[in-house]
């Protein structure tokens, strides 16, 4: 019963440094997110992905690049990291139209 | 657009406590409408769920009603537990919005202390 699944749950890069986080979901679903959690933020959302194939920019898509790589997986990279970009990273999923998201335990990134 | 605006927090309660976390939306269409629950070091998970006006969600002895006229969806548990303690999401999803995305509140931390 994995549901959405995220790697790795801890990391820490240095500023410059590139990075690739991995989200896979078993659940069948079409769409994907990033999001990402501040303290004080909420959540953000990065990018996201309303099927195989199709990826759109969210609200703070900056540094940031995504790959749909098929149904299951959805990956979100770091080019050149940031202390900006210190945060908690939630990737989810959804099945098609005004369905309830299910989310992973979040990949805590430090950028020093 | 859509917005989700929610109780600012935090909330503190004694142990049997009543619980309203308050949450009131704008949407085009009827969207449907969500509480979601985080605890430390988790991701989000759907505590309840509403589709239609007068809807009422329950888990866990938590309620919402939806409530189209007032345009808002609060949440509701009449004894709380040292256990509830955690932060808590208020969402919609719209039919018309592309991809199935929600929109979500801020957030509101609980912390019930014994």
């Known amino acids: 019963n994995a549901g959405v699944t995220q790697t790795p749950k801890f990391q820490v890069l240095k500023t410059g440094q590139s990075m690739t986080l991995q989200c896979a979901q078993d659940?069948?679903?079409?769409?994907m997110y990033w999001y990402r959690q501040d303290p004080g933020m909420g959540l953000r959302l990065i990018y996201y992905s309303a099927s195989e194939g199709t990826t759109d920019k969210g609200e703070v898509p900056n540094g940031y690049n995504v790959s749909r790589l098929n149904k299951r997986e959805f990956s979100l990279r770091l080019e050149s990291a940031a202390p900006s970009q210190t945060s908690v990273y939630f990737c989810?999923?959804?099945?098609?139209?005004?369905?309830?998201?299910?989310f992973g335990d979040g990949t805590r990134l430090s950028i020093l | 657009g859509n917005s989700v605006t929610q109780m600012e927090g935090p909330v503190t309660l004694s142990e049997e406590a009543f619980l309203t976390i308050n949450c009131t939306y704008t949407a085009t269409g009827y969207p449907s409408l969500f509480w979601y629950v985080q605890y430390p070091g988790e991701g989000l998970q759907l505590l309840l769920k509403a589709t239609k006006a007068d809807d009422k969600g329950s888990n866990k002895g938590f309620e919402a009603t939806y409530r189209k006229e007032t345009t808002s969806f609060h949440l509701e548990k009449g004894s709380v537990q040292v256990s509830d303690s955690a932060v808590y999401f208020c969402a919609l999803s719209a039919y018309n919005t592309n991809a199935g995305k929600s929109t979500f509140g801020d957030g509101t931390t609980l912390t019930v202390k014994p």
């Open positions: 659940m069948n679903h079409n769409s």
């Open positions: 989810a999923s959804s099945g098609t139209g005004a369905q309830p998201q299910h």
